[in-house]
């Protein structure tokens, strides 16, 4: 399989996947953007006139952003729509994805998400790949989850792109007595204990 997958290829991908797939991917890449749209709306420029001049504020785009989708136990294309879709709300001119055996329904992602291109690699060095530009322009930001080794990789390239932030292991505790509702106790636990094999989650 190619390491890289270009516009045509993603789409090839769209086009692959049954309807009731293609449909509720472009149904959640809506919802996603009607939600950017609004966030992006609420972060207005300001100018202010000042003695001698004027003072204010402007909010940029960044050029380009290399956005990491986990694919090693789940193909997570949940993750491809939430980080590509606000960085073209945003403006960024190169999206990039980078996701590991990427699946027909990752590209096809991508490809509703408006991303540039999909990167077949993951881990450390598919972040790497995006920072300095191996297959794609060089990322001036890097966004999206990952495993213990991807987070290490953004730790240490922080200073060289910016990063969304240091995602830790998913944990949580739920507190329950005999009202809860058993159903809603576990799909809160499996909703953490899903994300990966460090994952902790704890009913007391």
Known sequence: DPIVSDRSALEEAYR??????????????????????????????VTLQVPGGEAGHRWLPVRSVGAYAPGGRHPLPSSVLMTVVPAR???????????????????????????????????????AALAFGVFSPPADLIVGPGNRWVTAAKKHLYGEVGIDGLAGPSEIVVLADDTADPALVAADLLAQAEHDTDAIPALV
């Open 16 to 45: 692959s996947l049954p309807p009731e797939q293609s449909t509720l991917l472009r149904r959640v890449a809506l919802r996603i953007e009607a939600f950017a749209d609004a966030q992006r709306a609420a972060l207005d420029d």
């Open 89 to 127: 709300v945003a403006g960024v001119e190169s999206v990039w994805v980078a996701s590991p055996r990427p699946t027909a329904v990752t590209m096809a992602a991508a490809w509703v998400a408006g991303a540039d291109g999909l990167l077949a690699i993951g881990g450390a060095h598919a972040i």
